[in-house]
């Protein structure tokens, strides 16, 4: 081990005395150097190039990373952005329904009061809605429920702070009423699918149409004369029968009802030109 070091060292030296012969010879400018050149030139370029694909590789990385950011960043404003626009729109949807029940109501001969619906009862042998009026706020059974386009039932059941509203869709609800066209009268009856017909007297029924509007006939002194409840959308044929039946639309889609409106008071005059939106 000794001696290998000392012909290492004996072997360096001679290289440097060879070189330096070459050197004293004028060869230093071309052969040495060349060789040396040669040796080193393509060791250099590979590493120039891998630091430029190392430089380029972080460069990369780092603008990936400044958009991930930027785009998360953007996700979450958009997302907000969508979220504000949400509240915005169902703020303007609500401003409408309210705006037009506070025309409901000034138009309207009686005392009102309104209400926000708080929960639906949807079965096929109960339909109802829960509003937030009840015993305080004067409401007694079977106060009229309407909203803008129409009738929607009555109070069924109060509470403390709450009151259940039968609609007319129930199975156990029934409403007097007339065609307004032909001043037919009739009854309006809830069925356990949901639907309302219409129940009159006669096989003609007074040249009943599609398209007919249905008011509540006033009769009895629970619902005012006139309230909109449904129009004709087809008939039922039973020549034997003693009664006739009419399906209806009801003018009111009981599933969208958010705010509603109580009768507290009771007027003998005609409400219909008074409910309808001018133009209806």
């Known amino acids: 081990m000794k001696y290998r070091k000392y012909g290492l060292l004996a072997l360096v030296i001679l290289v440097s005395l060879f070189l330096l012969t070459l050197e004293s010879r004028g060869w230093g400018s071309t052969g040495p150097a060349d060789l ?74 009686v005392s009102t009061l309104a209400g926000e619906v708080i929960a639906k009862e949807w079965s096929g042998w109960r339909r109802s809605l829960v509003v ?17 386009e129409g009738l929607v039932g009555r109070v069924a059941e109060v509470r403390a702070g709450a009151a259940v509203v039968q609609l007319l869709n129930d199975p156990a609800s029934s409403v007097g009423a007339i065609v307004q066209r032909t001043r ?38 629970l619902f005012p004369k006139g309230l909109p409840v449904g129009r004709v959308k087809a008939r039922e044929a039973r020549s034997a029968a003693l009664f006739h039946y009419a399906q209806l639309q ?31």
């Open 36 to 109: 040396i050149a040669r040796l080193t030139t393509p060791l250099q370029t590979a590493l120039a190039k891998i630091h430029r694909a190392s430089v380029s590789v972080w460069t990369t990385y780092l603008d990936w990373k400044r958009f991930r950011s930027g785009s998360h960043q953007l996700r979450n404003e958009i997302e907000r952005l969508r979220l504000a626009s949400l509240d915005a729109r169902e703020i303007r949807e609500e401003n409408l329904r309210l705006r037009r029940l506070l025309e409901l109501r000034d138009r309207l001969p």
């Open 132 to 148: 937030n009026r009840g015993r305080g706020d004067g409401i007694v059974r079977m106060t009229p429920v309407l909203v803008p």
């Open 184 to 221: 037919t009268g009739g009854v309006v009856e809830g069925e356990p699918g949901g639907s309302v017909r219409f129940k009159f007297l006669g096989r003609d029924g007074g040249g009943l149409q599609v398209g007919d509007l249905i008011v509540t006939s006033g009769l009895g002194g």
């Open 250 to 280: 009801p003018v009111v889609d009981f599933a969208r009802v958010e705010e509603v409106l109580l009768l507290l008071g009771q007027s003998a005059s005609d409400l219909f030109v008074h409910f309808l939106p001018p133009g209806s």
